[in-house]
């Protein structure tokens, strides 16, 4: 596994009930991986810089989804694949030498965010254009960035979709996902309400998976608008919009990835129930946590900094009002900006 963060450690973790040996690669090492034959190689991460360790693994026959790492990685081919399928996506243009922040407000409103090509995450490098503030394109962002319509969504879903070496695919329910400052927050699924949104979803991802002749789990990040759903953007790896799957489903999307990739039969992931999972962002431990009943804490082990992602709990709805108990007994061990958080998801399993 070509990185060594939380996904390399989680889908370790997995590995291990199928008696496949998932090794996490820290790329920066001075010691270079052994690497048989029969190994097989893939990525927790969608870029990755030239190094010793990185040149070994990517020299390896048995890299899964090679190519299709620096194609998804770079925001103009990834947006570029999808308007090739005829999907929907958030208009989209290169921000080139010649565009002007007018052209940009003609063609897509008085609104645009421009996202840069490669590397952002967690609404880093991004940059919104607006017209009543008279924005400009500021220097460093030409050629290494597109601009997309700013969308007024009424929610944001994730699709998440395994396809194994088949060809077979596989879905997880949609997920209902709250972003705050362009982090994931929150997730809340299955969800009543937008299951008639499922099969829509399904067949976007499906076409994306066969067009790539991908191996593994891929996540789809949505907007919807009304009924109609439009890709933000697409993750070729295991995605934290479907970290609530260790907890509530009989093949989790870690287990899933590892079973595709190493050619581990695959079934349909059978869903527990309802669940919700709360991103621990910048939160020091608490062990009071592991007390809530029903709660499942993950913690990552890294350094707290403020907004770091460094841990989630999950919670499975078994049938009676423990979910709601355990979601309010969260509520009081965070800080105060999780309040929202926490709100945001009662009333969706409320709703549900
Ligand atoms: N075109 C858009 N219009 C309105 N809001 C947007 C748009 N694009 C992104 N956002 C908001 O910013 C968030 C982060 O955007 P995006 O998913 O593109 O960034 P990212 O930094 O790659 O995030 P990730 O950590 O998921 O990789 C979205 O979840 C959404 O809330
Ligand atoms: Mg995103």
Redesign the pocket.
Known sequence: MLGHGQLGAMLQHAGMPLNVDVVPVDIESAVLPELADDDVVTAERELWPDTPVTRRLASHPNFVNFDVFGRLAD?LTQKQLIDELGLKT?PWQLVDDSLSVDAVYAAMGG???M?RRTG???????HWLKQVEASEIPDGWRNEAIV??????DE?MALVGVRDRGGNTFFYPLTL?L??????TASVAPLERIAHLQPKAEAMLGKLLDELDYVGVLAM?C?RVGEELII??L?PRV???AHWTQAGASVSQFEAHVRAVAGVPMAKPLVKGLNVMINLLGTELDKRWWAIPGAEPYWYGKEVRKGRKVGHITFTHSGDTSLIEGLKALRALLPSRYEEVIDWAVQNCEMH
Request: charged share 30%.
């Open positions: 925001r958030a609104r645009a965010l996202k952002g995450y967690d609404g880093k490098g991004q997309e319509q700013g969308i007024n969504f944001e996902t972003q705050l400052d362009g982090v994931l990040e907007f933000n953007e993750a995605h934290n919009t």
